[in-house]
DNA sequence: ATAAATGCAAAGCATTTGCAACCAT
DNA sequence: ATGGTTGCAAATGCTTTGCATTTAT
């Protein structure tokens, strides 16, 4: 009789896809991205099912929810924590290699008298690509 | 015939109080927060109106714009960097004293290759109230 | 067999926008 | 007088949710 218990969490296609998906890019993409992704594979799938999904993955700590305009989420399928470069002008979301200070945290407490347990950390500027296409000299025109 | 020139911003009744209830407190509001509080003085504004000034203030160097979760964001009559903590239980966000470190924008710059002109530096957490409400011994029930 | 998960569509919310009236310049 | 600004309401866009059905266990 104990073939089922409450609160488990099952394994669906869906979810393994969805997680692959995640896992296969660096673009730290929106959920209508991975939508469309996985809809190559499952072309049935709902939108629905993708936000279901991407939360229990980011609560499950499988991967990870960035938010930074009023704009949509994005998703990032490395959970660990990691510092991010979002470009101003063209909004692209980079990885960057810095190593994580945790000792930060520590000193943040210290002068706040709050229990720090983490940061978030991003920067902000102009990526490679929009840096050089705006200095490519327009001859002509 | 000089009298106006396109582009120009006007000063008006509705966007004082706006940046002025922004200035004077230091929850960092939502937009409706400030619609309320704006509403005590100017009856008639309306929410509209709010998000456009509040876009125009944040635009215009004299607010900053904050957006943590997928929910609202929220706004700081502060413009100039300074590091935030946000309560994981409660949702408040608070000011940090912590000095802002204009060192890092050069590191990430170094290994990204990426032109990196600001950060952006958010503490996690559980805040002094919420610790303090839990930490109460329950005698009793 | 059972409850979790899905697809679908409707609902929810924060934010934006079109437009006629209004008002600062 | 002119065009930026407002209030109002409708529209938008992302995300969530209710429900009947399907599916993993």
């Not at 730290?28 to 996985?38: G, K, L, N």
């Not at 959970?79 to 101003?88: E, G, L, S, T, V």
């Not at 002068?111 to 990526?127: D, M, T």
């Amino acid at each position: 009789m104990a073939t089922s218990r409450p609160g488990f969490i099952r394994k669906t296609k869906q979810r393994e896809v969805i997680l692959s998906v995640l896992r296969g890019t660096d673009t730290h993409p929106s959920a209508d991205w991975v939508y469309q992704e996985v809809r190559k594979v499952l072309p049935n799938i709902s939108l629905g099912t993708i936000y279901r999904n991407l939360r229990i993955l980011v609560e499950s700590g499988e991967a990870m929810e960035l938010a930074f305009g009023s704009t949509s989420s994005r998703f990032d399928g490395n959970p660990k924590n990691h510092y991010h470069f979002i470009c101003d002008q063209c909004g692209n979301v980079y990885d960057l290699a810095l190593p994580v200070d945790h000792g930060i945290d520590k000193k943040a407490q210290e002068i706040s008298s709050h229990k720090v347990v983490s940061h978030r950390l991003e920067f902000y500027g102009v990526c490679n690509e929009c840096n050089s296409s705006n200095h490519t000299p327009n001859r002509g025109s």
